[in-house]
């Protein structure tokens, strides 16, 4: 019988596995993660369920009793040690599980302040995991003073959840503008008005020298020569693949652990997906870090397991929820060179051209934008700046054009 292994128990093993026994796979499947509880959603730790508004039970992907009723061994809080690929086995802490595939969805890890400069401190945390939210939970007072390192979409969530809860918000971002990164100025200026209308002191170009404190974070120096009174620190300085497992095995890295347009990575016995991997895309290679790449990607890697022998075609996807604004993005800006704006009462949208060719859409409060946007996109159509930027227009009608 043959038996698939996969190490990682996020979104994209979760998807992996699920999709493999629906689509009949009879074989063995064990699906191993670091932490102590099932497969749950993570978007909702940093909004909804430090909100005090989600229980824990309601984060799982599925019930705990799916995996047993699917015939999939779950082997929670077990990290792996190592991959021995001549002899197909991974390495668990006293314990070796043989495979015939295995499947690495092992995620993405946050980046931490260095001790160097206090990041070791208590009070100083990172958004990633179900601890991570739970250790900083009770940290939310009303009146406690946060300072947020990162202006991309966790710092500006965790923001967001502080400033509901009544928090003292300073948000500091060393580039010159919050979601220089990923977003048009454009949508910055949105992000930016937002926040400091609900009281978050959000200050551009400025960086964190150094964090203080005899053993606990007080306080913090600012590259501008200002120094903040602390009571904690969010960390939200982005995330990076991990592939720790992966290169100790002797797999290819670029940019994540390296797979072909199927997900097989440079050992034919080896899978990944989500955070973790690679892929081609275009001329080049990219990394998507988002839960529709995570559930598409995997579904696609476990489809070509079981023979389908199909590459995979992303289709990017992202959301971010802020105070009473939901954005979603559509496909991708790289290489954009004019923004089209779009607005219509509260809805807002910023189209994303390169020449006369659309390549992605932020959209504010305006879920039609977003799904016409999207579309248009995935069926490389790409309608009017004129006709986008006039409110007048059906949307719809431009997917018919």
């Known amino acids: 019988m043959r038996q698939v292994v996969v190490i990682g128990a996020g979104q994209a093993g979760a998807s992996l596995v699920t999709r ?40 799982y992907l599925r019930p705990e009793a799916f995996y047993a009723e699917h015939d999939i061994a779950l082997r929670m809080g077990r ?34 302040l260095p001790a160097a400069i206090g990041g070791d401190l208590e009070g100083v945390f990172v958004v990633r995991t179900l601890a ?86 007080t306080a913090a120096e600012l590259s501008d020569g200002s120094t903040l009174p602390v009571d904690f620190v969010i960390a939200g300085v982005g995330i990076q693949p991990d592939t720790a497992l992966a290169e100790a095995a002797g797999l290819k890295i670029e940019n994540g652990i390296k797979t072909d347009a199927r997900g097989r990575t440079s050992d034919p016995h080896i899978w990944a997906a989500g955070d973790c991997a ?54 991708l800006n790289t290489g954009y060179d004019r923004i089209v704006v779009r607005q219509d009462g509260a809805a807002l949208s910023h189209w994303y051209y390169a020449g006369d060719t659309l390549l992605a859409l932020d959209a504010m409060n305006d879920s039609r934008a977003y799904m016409v946007g999207k579309r248009l996109i995935e069926m490389g159509k790409s309608p009017a700046p004129e006709a986008v930027a006039d409110p007048a227009t059906n949307l719809k009608a431009l997917l018919k054009a």
Not at 79 to 103: F, S
Not at 178 to 187: C, Y
Not at 296 to 319: L, R, T
């Open 20 to 59: 493999l026994r629906t689509k009949g796979f009879d074989g063995g499947i064990t699906l191993i993660g670091e932490e102590p509880v099932p497969p749950y959603q993570r978007p909702p730790l940093s909004k909804a369920y430090l909100l005090g508004e989600m229980e824990e039970a309601r984060l």
């Open 79 to 112: 990290p792996v040690t190592g991959i021995d690929r001549a002899a197909r086995q991974v390495m668990l802490d006293g314990e070796t599980l043989p495979y015939d595939e295995l499947v690495l969805t092992t995620g993405s890890r946050p980046r931490a």
């Open 132 to 217: 991570d939210v739970d250790a900083m939970a009770p940290r939310f007072t009303a009146g406690a003073r946060a300072l947020i390192v990162g202006g991309g979409y966790i710092g500006l969530e965790a923001a967001a959840v502080a400033a509901k809860l009544g928090l003292q918000v300073t948000l500091i971002e060393m580039a010159d503008r919050i979601l220089q990164r990923v977003a048009a100025p454009e949508t910055s200026d949105y992000f930016r008005e937002l926040h400091r209308a609900r009281g978050v002191d959000i200050r551009e170009g400025v960086g964190l020298t150094r964090l203080t404190g005899d053993g606990a974070v």
């Open 278 to 331: 690679s892929f081609p895309w275009r001329d080049g290679r990219i990394r998507l870090e988002s839960v529709g790449n995570a559930i598409d990607q995997a579904e696609c890697v476990a489809d070509n397991i079981m023979g389908a022998d199909q590459p995979y075609v992303a289709k990017p996807w992202f959301w971010s929820d802020q105070y009473d604004t939901k954005l979603q993005i559509a496909g």
